[in-house]
């Protein structure tokens, strides 16, 4: 029996290990107790039974779960529940000693792409009983990923580049072919951009030269300027550094080790837990795709073994855990790579547990998660949410009782409503988790579950205080810009607590100030019932901006001003903005707000006369053109200058004189700021 914690009325909630066999869901918002939840369901999974368990960990919170907390059996406050645990109901494992004797014999293996001493084990500094864990670095060997993954980020189409494809084949029978000729070296990366330099210069000894010899210099480097972007997108490659040192071990191996039962293999683990905190989002998405993908590959095998009778029966059941679930599984997304995770993720829900994969998600927002993800989860544990949104879906999709969701948004940390095959009857419980006994997210459960305490205030209701003294104060609306600012500098806020922009923070904050409005018209105002409604924003003095601009360019840019809302900017000014913004967006998730502040802040600083708006109108119109501004793919200054221009020029009328050369020419360049060369301009047009 797995011990999770105590309903209300002090009965002891116990789990049969068959009934956690279905796909779990655990949701609530920051602070409610996930990720302690979690601990505590996966310490009773590794101490009571002979299951695996696999860990993505995008936020490092499980990183350290093989170590024992040392303040938790001290605490005054904990003790009494201990005791209560152990002698009460005979929970072997909520004694010290017991629960760290058991946990020391247990396998953790952490994977983390930032680790730099291979050497070094994880262990607890205040004792020697975590000798089975370890903590190495996640590296990716190439030669390792199956030839659809291979192809994918090689982003080939056999159809449309078959030459491309031939030289990619011939780059890669000859590392093969090295290969073999040094076993245990392993193929990196780099030596097949060294490979791609032996064939463009006409190496006529290498194998499949033959073969390939009619692809021209020109075809070899486009060849391996696939090869290069692989590199540059991820940096979780390994690469060899030692020219005579065998390759190490790389996450298909550890993978691979969830089917192995040799305890004495490097590979064999009870727990891996894939910690990503720090990671980028392509490295973090390959990471998992790798994972779930050898997963599930790795159980249809054992499962054909079986059912062929060429092995035993020995398999035992994998859980997968993905905290930020939705982040992997979203309803929508162009992200190639993330949708592959969520069709790899689909997949396991639907036809897993006959394979023995189950899978336990939690996420903060139910309703970002892929539709076809959630009635798969047959268990589920709702703890404090305070969006009416979330527990509406919540309500309708996983058949919790309306009368107990009302009674959610009070609940303290730790404290959740259990529902689903889970409970003997099925029926919908409201407890109190136990303390979880590893150290996870930087300390144990922080709070009584036997004697519920006062709720902590969260982030999000300390913003929302602020913001409505703010606002009272204010004898009008105020701008949403203004707003942002006072924010920053109260919390040094570097985002919106998870959402995508201010605006959909305020959103989230309407439960908490009472009659908060939002007017989200450009420039944007937040008011209450006691200003008056905002007015329109102050004109645009535009002749005092054209008096900047040589006469042609004036005659132009007025006719431009007085047909589409366009910013009257110089060729210098708009090639400065266009220039910031490439920078500002080039590595980091896009956020609107963030981008135009430090576009703004950059535009302060050289003394331009750029104001919010006229940045704004910029961005707008760069999305407008359907430009996606996504890291993973190319944000230089000349992409978002077409992007722009493409913008504003695909807005005039056919008839429009401005489309006429030479004012074409001259509009496109100065939309530009010169950042779109004539061949590139006739092109675009």
Same mark, same amino acid.
């Given at each position: 029996?797995?011990?999770?914690?105590?309903?209300?009325?002090?009965?002891?909630?116990?789990?049969?290990?068959?009934?956690?066999?279905?796909?779990?869901?655990?949701?609530?918002?920051?602070?409610? *107790?996930?990720?302690?939840?979690?601990?505590?369901?996966?310490?009773? @999974?590794?101490?009571?039974?002979?299951?695996?368990?696999?860990?993505?960990?995008?936020?490092?919170?499980?990183?350290?779960?093989? !170590?024992?907390?040392?303040?938790?059996?001290?605490?005054?406050?904990?003790?009494?529940?201990?005791?209560?645990?152990?002698?009460?109901?005979?929970?072997?494992?909520?004694?010290?000693?017991?629960?760290?004797?058991?946990?020391?014999? &247990?396998?953790?293996?952490?994977?983390?792409?930032?680790?730099?001493?291979?050497?070094?084990?994880?262990?607890?500094?205040?004792?020697?009983?975590?000798?089975?864990?370890?903590? /190495?670095?996640?590296?990716?060997?190439?030669?390792? &990923?199956?030839?659809?993954?291979? /192809?994918?980020?090689?982003?080939?189409?056999?159809?449309?580049?078959?030459?491309?494809?031939?030289?990619?084949?011939?780059?890669?029978?000859?590392?093969?072919?090295?290969?073999?000729?040094?076993?245990?070296?392993?193929?990196?990366?780099?030596?097949?951009?060294?490979?791609?330099?032996?064939?463009?210069?006409?190496?006529?000894?290498?194998?499949?030269?033959?073969?390939?010899?009619?692809?021209?210099?020109?075809?070899?480097?486009?060849?391996?300027?696939?090869?290069?972007?692989?590199?540059?997108?991820?940096?979780?490659?390994?690469?060899?550094?030692?020219?005579?040192?065998?390759?190490?071990?790389?996450?298909?191996?550890?993978?691979?080790?969830?089917?192995?039962?040799?305890?004495?293999?490097?590979?064999?683990?009870?727990? #891996?837990?894939?910690? !990503?905190?720090?990671?980028?989002?392509?490295?973090?998405?390959?990471?998992?795709?790798?994972?779930?993908?050898?997963?599930?590959?790795?159980?249809?095998?054992?499962?054909?073994?079986?059912?062929?009778?060429?092995?035993?029966?020995?398999?035992?059941?994998?859980? @997968?855990?993905?905290?930020?679930?939705?982040?992997?599984?979203?309803?929508?997304?162009?992200?190639?790579?993330?949708?592959?995770?969520?069709?790899?993720?689909?997949?396991?829900?639907?036809?897993?547990?006959?394979? *023995?994969?189950?899978?336990?998600?939690?996420?903060?927002?139910?309703?970002?998660?892929?539709?076809?993800?959630?009635?798969?989860?047959?268990?589920?544990? !709702?703890?404090?949410?305070?969006?009416?949104?979330?527990?509406?879906?919540?309500?309708?999709?996983?058949?919790?009782?309306?009368?107990?969701?009302?009674?959610?948004?009070?609940?303290?940390?730790?404290?959740?409503?259990?529902?689903?095959?889970?409970?003997?009857?099925?029926?919908?419980?409201?407890?109190?988790?136990?303390?979880?006994?590893?150290?996870?997210?930087?300390?144990?459960?922080?709070?009584?579950?036997?004697?519920?305490?006062?709720?902590?205030?969260?982030?999000?209701?300390? @913003?929302?205080?602020?913001?409505?003294?703010? !606002?009272?104060?204010?004898?009008?609306?105020?701008?949403?810009?203004?707003?942002?600012?006072?924010?920053?500098?109260?919390?040094?806020?570097?985002?919106? #607590?998870?959402?995508?922009?201010?605006?959909?923070?305020?959103?989230?904050?309407?439960?908490?100030?009472? *009659? &908060?409005?939002?007017?989200?018209?450009?420039?944007?105002?937040?008011?209450?019932?006691?200003?008056?409604?905002?007015?329109?924003?102050?004109?645009?003095?535009?002749?005092?901006?054209?008096?900047?601009?040589?006469?042609?360019?004036?005659?132009?840019?007025?006719?431009?001003?007085?047909?589409?809302?366009?910013?009257?900017?110089?060729?210098?000014?708009?090639?400065?903005?266009? /220039?910031?913004?490439?920078?500002?967006?080039?590595?980091?998730?896009?956020?609107?707000?963030?981008?135009?502040?430090?576009?703004?802040? /950059?535009?302060?600083?050289?003394?331009?006369?750029?104001?919010?708006?006229?940045?704004? #109108?910029?961005?707008?119109?760069?999305?407008?053109?359907?430009?996606?501004?996504?890291?993973?793919?190319?944000?230089?200054?000349?992409?978002?200058?077409?992007?722009?221009?493409?913008?504003?020029?695909?807005? #005039?009328?056919?008839?429009?004189?401005?489309?006429?050369?030479?004012?074409?020419?001259?509009?496109?360049?100065?939309?530009?700021?010169?950042?779109?060369?004539?061949?590139?301009?006739?092109?675009?047009?």
């Amino acid at each position: 029996m797995l011990v999770i914690g105590k309903d209300t009325n002090n009965k002891l909630i116990k789990i049969e290990p068959d009934r956690l066999l279905h796909h779990t869901l655990i949701f609530g918002q920051s602070g409610s *107790g996930k990720s302690f939840l979690i601990a505590r369901l996966l310490e009773e @999974i590794l101490l009571s039974t002979s299951a695996r368990v696999l860990i993505v960990d995008p936020n490092g919170d499980f990183r350290r779960i093989s !170590l024992p907390s040392e303040s938790i059996w001290d605490d005054n406050k904990f003790k009494p529940m201990f005791a209560d645990l152990f002698s009460q109901y005979n929970s072997e494992y909520d004694d010290k000693i017991k629960f760290r004797k058991r946990w020391s014999e &247990l396998r953790f293996i952490t994977l983390n792409p930032n680790f730099t001493s291979p050497n070094d084990d994880l262990k607890n500094p205040a004792n020697d009983d975590t000798k089975k864990a370890s903590e /190495r670095r996640l590296l990716v060997h190439w030669d390792s &990923l199956d030839e659809d993954l291979q /192809r994918f980020l090689l982003n080939t189409d056999p159809f449309k580049e078959p030459k491309i494809i031939l030289g990619l084949e011939a780059i890669k029978n000859q590392a093969a072919s090295e290969e073999q000729n040094r076993p245990g070296r392993g193929i990196d990366l780099r030596v097949l951009e060294r490979i791609k330099e032996d064939f463009a210069l006409r190496n006529t000894s290498l194998k499949g030269y033959e073969a390939a010899k009619t692809l021209t210099t020109e075809d070899w480097y486009a060849a391996g300027a696939r090869i290069s972007d692989v590199i540059k997108n991820y940096r979780i490659w390994w690469s060899r550094e030692d020219p005579d040192a065998d390759r190490p071990l790389g996450i298909t191996d550890f993978i691979d080790g969830a089917f192995r039962d040799n305890v004495a293999s490097e590979t064999y683990w009870k727990a #891996l837990t894939l910690s !990503l905190e720090g990671s980028s989002q392509a490295d973090t998405l390959l990471t998992v795709d790798i994972a779930l993908s050898q997963l599930w590959e790795g159980a249809k095998a054992a499962a054909r073994s079986v059912a062929d009778q060429s092995a035993p029966d020995n398999r035992l059941p994998i859980f @997968i855990v993905l905290d930020e679930a939705h982040n992997f599984a979203p309803e929508h997304s162009d992200n190639p790579l993330r949708n592959r995770v969520t069709t790899r993720l689909m997949q396991i829900a639907s036809e897993g547990r006959k394979f *023995g994969l189950y899978l336990i998600l939690a996420t903060q927002r139910p309703t970002k998660l892929h539709k076809e993800l959630v009635p798969e989860c047959e268990n589920s544990c !709702l703890l404090r949410v305070q969006s009416d949104l979330e527990l509406q879906f919540v309500c309708n999709n996983l058949g919790y009782d309306k009368d107990l969701i009302k009674q959610i948004k009070g609940f303290a940390q730790g404290r959740g409503l259990f529902n689903g095959r889970w409970l003997e009857q099925q029926q919908q419980v409201d407890a109190n988790v136990a303390p979880a006994r590893t150290v996870v997210g930087g300390a144990g459960l922080g709070s009584g579950w036997k004697k519920i305490p006062e709720a902590v205030p969260e982030p999000i209701e300390a @913003i929302a205080k602020f913001v409505a003294e703010t !606002l009272s104060t204010s004898k009008t609306a105020m701008p949403l810009a203004t707003l942002a600012k006072k924010l920053r500098d109260k919390y040094e806020l570097e985002g919106w #607590l998870g959402h995508e922009g201010l605006k959909e923070m305020l959103l989230d904050l309407e439960p908490y100030i009472e *009659g &908060l409005k939002l007017d989200t018209k450009p420039p944007g105002y937040a008011y209450l019932p006691q200003h008056p409604a905002p007015g329109p924003g102050p004109t645009y003095n535009g002749e005092d901006k054209l008096k900047n601009m040589d006469a042609a360019t004036q005659e132009i840019m007025r006719s431009l001003f007085n047909t589409l809302p366009v910013p009257l900017l110089t060729e210098d000014e708009f090639r400065f903005v266009l /220039r910031a913004i490439s920078e500002e967006v080039q590595h980091v998730k896009f956020n609107p707000v963030l981008v135009l502040k430090a576009v703004l802040d /950059r535009c302060n600083r050289e003394k331009l006369d750029v104001g919010s708006n006229e940045i704004d #109108l910029i961005l707008k119109g760069i999305m407008r053109a359907e430009h996606r501004f996504d890291p993973d793919l190319p944000q230089t200054p000349g992409v978002l200058a077409r992007a722009w221009c493409n913008s504003v020029i695909g807005s #005039l009328p056919k008839e429009s004189p401005l489309l006429v050369q030479p004012k074409a020419s001259l509009l496109w360049n100065h939309l530009s700021g010169g950042l779109i060369s004539a061949p590139e301009q006739a092109a675009a047009a």
